[in-house]
């Protein structure tokens, strides 16, 4: 089955603590991209990635850090995450940059910093 | 910078027609989209139009779009309870066809 896996699916951290989110697709994409959701703000973009060992800035990208060492994982790292980082975060893949290629979302994941 | 607007809430009857708009600021977008987010789920695209296009009709959804006002409209016809969710539209900007998402319309269906 097609699809775009995120773990964990729900974290509850402390501030300073590092965490890595993974992100997977099976569908031999070269674009993914990481967003975040927030309440009355909608989804905004952290980073992207174009292909293998090319990743860009979203809007929002204070704070994290992406790799893409391989086309079908591409991380999110919070090296010392803090409560303004607890949001839901959604992973995105598509088959190649630009429209109108659709963007599959994975599941979610909700990040909680104390 | 770029921005796509539209209202919060939506609430209809079952049966009854539904309407979502947006409007958007960046006219060189080609592509303008209406994604849909069911509780505790990811984003799941419904539709999409062409900038040269005024109307698209899939099934029960129509989409028209004014380029001249950058307005976006999402038609659902007889609205189900299954239609209930948050629908977000987003516009593609530049060359890698990053999206910018609206934040989010939530139609409530009552029976």
């Known amino acids: 089955e097609a699809q775009v896996t995120q773990n964990p699916r729900y974290l509850i951290t402390v501030t300073g603590k590092k965490l890595t989110v993974t992100c997977s697709q099976n569908m031999n994409h070269e674009y993914m991209s990481w967003y975040r959701q927030d309440p009355g703000l909608g989804l905004r973009q952290i980073y992207y990635?174009?292909?293998?060992?090319?990743?860009d800035k979203g809007d929002v990208p204070e704070g994290y850090k992406v790799s893409r060492k391989e086309k079908r994982n591409f991380p999110l790292i919070l090296e010392s995450p803090s409560p303004n980082q607890t949001s839901l975060y959604f992973c995105?893949?598509?088959?190649?940059?630009?429209?109108?290629?659709?963007?599959?979302f994975g599941p979610g994941t909700r990040l909680t910093v104390t | 910078g770029e921005d796509v607007e539209q209202s919060l809430f939506l609430s209809v009857r079952e049966g009854d027609s539904s309407v979502i708009n947006c409007t958007y600021t960046?006219?060189?977008?080609?592509?303008l989209y209406w994604y849909k987010q069911e509780p505790g789920a990811g984003l799941q695209l419904l539709t999409y139009i062409f900038s040269n296009m005024d109307m698209k009709q899939d099934q029960r959804l129509t989409v028209l779009l004014n380029k001249k006002d950058k307005h976006l409209s999402l038609r659902i016809a007889d609205t189900q309870t299954g239609d209930s969710a948050i629908y977000f539209c987003?516009?593609?900007?530049?060359?890698?066809?990053?999206?910018?998402f609206g934040k989010g319309t939530k139609l409530s269906v009552k029976p």
């Open positions: 995105a893949s598509s088959l190649v940059a630009g429209t109108p290629y659709e963007q599959y």
């Open positions: 990635s174009m292909n293998v060992e090319v990743t």
């Open positions: 960046d006219s060189s977008s080609t592509y």
């Open positions: 987003a516009e593609s900007i530049g060359s890698q066809g990053n999206l910018i």
